[in-house]
C-alpha cells in the first residue's frame, strides 16, 4: 500500500538560515510526488511535482525538492529561509495508475526571527 | 486562489445533526477529491469522483455519502454527527481521475458541539 512518512513533526529554523524537510514513501509503481505548503486557516498550495525526467525539481517561493529512488526520498530543500515560510509542509505521492494522492502527516516549519 | 470554492467556511452544529459540505472546482477539472484534515489524524483521504462517477474510496465512516453532479459541483454529506467528526474538509479538484495534480479549496471548517 502507498504510504509517505515525514519523520519530523515540528522543526525551527532560524531566518536566514538553509531548510531540508524529509520525506519518505513507499510505493510500488513509479510514483508521482508533491510538496505543498498550508499556511494557518488557508487550504493546501502546490510547491512543486515531480512526475519524470530531472530529479532535481525547481518550485514556487525559491523551494526544490530531489528524488532520489534509491532512498525512496524526496526531500525538500530551500537555501535560506523568510519568517513567511513558517507553515505547515506536506509531502505526497501519486501515480498515474492509481487514483488516490497520498499525504504525510506534515511537518510544521517554525522560524526564528 | 486554487479556483477550487468551497462553501460554507464555517459550519457548527450539534451531535447527531447532519450537514452537507459544497464544492465546485476549478473550471475544465472533471475530478474531485475531499479530504479530511484533523489534529490527530492529519490529512485523510475519503473519495474521489470523476465526471459523476466514484473512482476511488479512503477512509470514509458509513455515516459520511458525497455525490458529484452534472455540473460537475460535489456535495460532501456528513450525518449522525460526532464530536470526532469535528474537523477541517478539503475538497480538490483535477482534469483527470489520476497522474496529475489536485488543487485544494481553502476548506470548510466542521465544529460539532
Known amino acids: 500500500a502507498q504510504s509517505v512518512t515525514q519523520p519530523d513533526i515540528h522543526i525551527t529554523v532560524s531566518e536566514g538560515a538553509s531548510l531540508e524537510l524529509r520525506c519518505n514513501y513507499s510505493?510500488?509503481?513509479?510514483?508521482?510526488l508533491f510538496w505543498y505548503v498550508q499556511s494557518p486557516g488557508q487550504g493546501l498550495q502546490l510547491l512543486l511535482k515531480y512526475f519524470s525526467g530531472d530529479t532535481l525539481v525547481q518550485g514556487i517561493k525559491g523551494f526544490e525538492a530531489e528524488f532520489k529512488r534509491s532512498q525512496s526520498s524526496f526531500n525538500l530543500r530551500k537555501p535560506s529561509v523568510h519568517w513567511s515560510d513558517a507553515a505547515e509542509y506536506f509531502c505526497?505521492?501519486?501515480?498515474?495508475?492509481?487514483?488516490?494522492?497520498?499525504f504525510g502527516k506534515g511537518t510544521r516549519l517554525h522560524i526564528l526571527p | 486562489d486554487s479556483g477550487v470554492t468551497q462553501t460554507p467556511k464555517h459550519l457548527i452544529t450539534a451531535t447527531g445533526q447532519r450537514v452537507t459540505l459544497r464544492c465546485s472546482p476549478r473550471?475544465?477539472?472533471?475530478?474531485v477529491y475531499w479530504y479530511q484534515q484533523s489534529l490527530d489524524q492529519g490529512l485523510q483521504f475519503l473519495i474521489q469522483y470523476y465526471n459523476g462517477e466514484e473512482r476511488a474510496k479512503g477512509n470514509i465512516l458509513e455515516r459520511f455519502s458525497a455525490q458529484q453532479f452534472p455540473d460537475l459541483h460535489s456535495e460532501l454529506n456528513l450525518s449522525s454527527l460526532e464530536l470526532g467528526d469535528s474537523a477541517l474538509y478539503f475538497c480538490?479538484?483535477?482534469?483527470?481521475?489520476?497522474?496529475?495534480?489536485?488543487?485544494f479549496g481553502e476548506g470548510s471548517w466542521l465544529t460539532v458541539v
Open positions: 510505493y510500488g509503481a513509479t510514483p508521482y
Open positions: 505526497a505521492v501519486g501515480s498515474n495508475r492509481d487514483d488516490k494522492i497520498i
Open positions: 480538490a479538484s483535477s482534469v483527470r481521475s489520476s497522474g496529475n495534480t489536485i488543487y
Open positions: 473550471s475544465g477539472d472533471l475530478s
